[in-house]
């Protein structure tokens, strides 16, 4: 039942910003951190950002701090990605993902945000 589904992504100019959002259910979202990584053409998977549990603590790939924020409203099982400063290089599909156990993780079907002028 665990279901993680992203929207927000699209088309930005360099320098512009989009908002991912991700809204998850089948799980108590409150209880675990949760994480954005993306997949950009030709690259591996590449981790973006984490945030706590209760969103008290943050982290960020090198590539993204400064321009990225994580956030999360645990009232509405949604987690946010706040992306300014759009690059091309951020063009990728971004995902969602928990880790329910050690050995179950669960990801989110993408979305694609496209940088291009």
């Known amino acids: 039942q665990v279901q993680l589904v992203e929207s927000g992504g699209g088309l930005a100019q360099p320098g512009g910003s989009l908002r991912l959002s991700c809204a998850a259910s089948?799980?108590?979202?409150?209880?675990?951190?949760m994480s954005w990584a993306r997949q950009a053409p030709g690259k591996g998977l590449e981790w973006v950002s984490g945030?706590?549990?209760?969103?008290?603590?943050?982290y960020y790939a090198d590539s993204v701090k400064g321009r990225f924020t994580i956030s999360r409203d645990n009232a509405k099982n949604t987690i946010y990605l706040q992306m300014n400063d759009l690059k091309p290089e951020d063009t990728a599909v971004y995902y969602c993902?928990?880790?329910?156990?050690?050995?179950?993780?669960?990801w989110g079907q993408g979305t694609q945000v496209t940088v291009s002028s």
């Open positions: 089948g799980f108590t979202f409150s209880h675990y951190a």
């Open positions: 945030i706590y549990s209760d969103g008290s603590d943050t």
């Open positions: 993902n928990v880790w329910i156990t050690p050995h179950e993780s669960y």
